[in-house]
């Protein structure tokens, strides 16, 4: 990320969920009209009048990978928040906006978006030009997860530690050094019994759309860094805390979300999707 001026390959995701408003048709793995009204008009044009672009095979796989988390830790957290956990923890929110658009079961819910202060300022100056409001139960916390102590900024203010709390991680990780990562992970394992992480991690693949991908991050100033394996990812997770780990598989992600409506973004080919539970 250029620290300067917050994260292009946040902006980059966000205009993918927005194609998948724009031009995937009335049946949708997630409505999103606020990702709409953050990007802009000009950047609605461009999805327009380049749709064909977002229908090559690289891309139509980025597209559901980037609808897909966020529909899936959305629903894990209404599962957790029918359990009783009333704090959600977006680390590197960038341009997500679950909070803009949030149910009516979450109003009681206290959502904490944490992220590296170049990328929230471009954030809130988006939400200003856009005029959507900051909902009441929203905390903004700047961090930067490569050199700041999580424990210190979230644990002593914005979270309540003696409380359970649901925290996401979506896109984010690949990004950051094998050091930060580590320190995520001791942070989330060291919270609150039934708290739970969702977060999406990356294998190496020598798919040539993956390359590409990653290519394109790399020009952007943010390169794709940290991988894992599932054995080594699950013995990590374990060790720092973590009782349960499961992935979201393809076959799974079809039966949950593809198998009764009929979208035009393809099933997921990859399992990239982590749920974690303490």
Not at 18 to 45: M, R, S
Not at 124 to 140: C, D, E, V
Request: with cysteine; net charge negative; glycine share 6%.
């Amino acid at each position: 990320m250029i620290k300067e001026t917050g994260s292009a390959t946040a902006v980059g995701a966000a205009t993918l969920r927005a194609a998948h408003q724009l031009i995937d048709g009335d049946e949708k793995l997630l409505n999103d009209p606020v990702i709409l009204k953050l990007l802009g008009t000009e950047l609605q044009e461009h999805i327009l009048q380049n749709r064909s672009r977002f229908f090559e095979p690289g891309t139509m796989a980025m597209r559901t990978h980037i609808v897909l988390r966020s529909k899936y830790a959305e629903d894990c957290l209404k599962q957790a928040y029918d359990n009783g956990v009333r704090q959600f923890v977006i680390l590197g929110a960038g341009l997500d906006t679950f909070a803009y658009r949030q149910p009516a079961w979450a109003h009681d819910l206290k959502i904490i978006e944490a992220d590296h202060a170049a990328s929230q300022a471009d954030k809130l100056q988006r939400l200003k030009q856009a005029g959507i409001p900051i909902p009441s139960n929203l905390t903004f916390v700047k961090v930067d997860l490569e050199t700041d102590n999580l424990s210190a900024i979230l644990g002593e203010s914005a979270i309540d530690t003696n409380e359970p709390v649901f925290m996401a991680c979506l896109g984010v990780l690949i990004y950051l050094n094998k050091k930060a990562v580590d320190n995520i992970f001791r942070f989330a394992g060291s919270l609150h019994a039934k708290s739970e992480f969702v977060f999406t991690v990356s294998q190496k693949s020598e798919d040539n759309d993956l390359s590409l991908t990653a290519e394109r991050a790399a020009m952007a100033g943010e390169p794709w860094i940290t991988y894992f394996s599932q054995p080594d990812l699950i013995k990590q997770l374990n060790d720092d805390g973590f009782n349960q780990v499961s992935f979201l598989t393809p076959d799974e992600a079809i039966q949950l979300y593809f198998s009764n409506i009929k979208l035009q973004i393809p099933p997921p080919r990859r399992t990239s999707i982590v749920r974690t539970t303490i």
